[in-house]
């Protein structure tokens, strides 16, 4: 069973940075794709940016050029820095693993950016 937990989220003013943490367990980590989720209050849970295995990513619009996903297979550990945040940031952020269609989730880490 692999689990998953997130770190880094809080309260941050518009404009500033967070560097979010996803930990994994088990040692399926480095052949699985990884990802960083949202979901804000009454709206559906999107993609923000994932990353291969192999360490090629991609990006929502809405987050390109602010946010950088990357992974460290040798600390079983994904990161999500983000900088110019913006109100509209305000989610809860989810990490996601998905190895050959077998997904997991942790459990979240609010992230708050006020005016």
């Known amino acids: 069973q692999v689990q998953l937990v997130e770190s880094g989220g809080g309260l941050v003013a518009a404009g500033g940075s967070l560097t979010l943490s996803c930990a994994a367990s088990?040692?399926?980590?480095?052949?699985?794709?990884m990802g960083w989720y949202r979901q804000a209050p009454g709206k559906q849970r999107e993609l923000v940016a994932r990353?291969?295995?192999?360490?090629?990513?991609n990006y929502a619009d809405s987050v390109k050029g602010r946010f950088t996903i990357s992974r460290d297979n040798a600390k079983n550990t994904m990161y999500l820095q983000m900088s110019s945040l913006k109100p509209e940031d305000t989610a809860v952020y989810y990490c996601?693993?998905?190895?050959?269609?077998?997904?997991?989730w942790g459990q979240g880490t609010q992230v708050t950016v006020s005016p």
């Open positions: 996601h693993l998905n190895r050959y269609g077998v997904v997991y």
């Open positions: 088990g040692s399926i980590f480095s052949s699985s794709a």
């Open positions: 990353i291969g295995s192999g360490g090629s990513t």
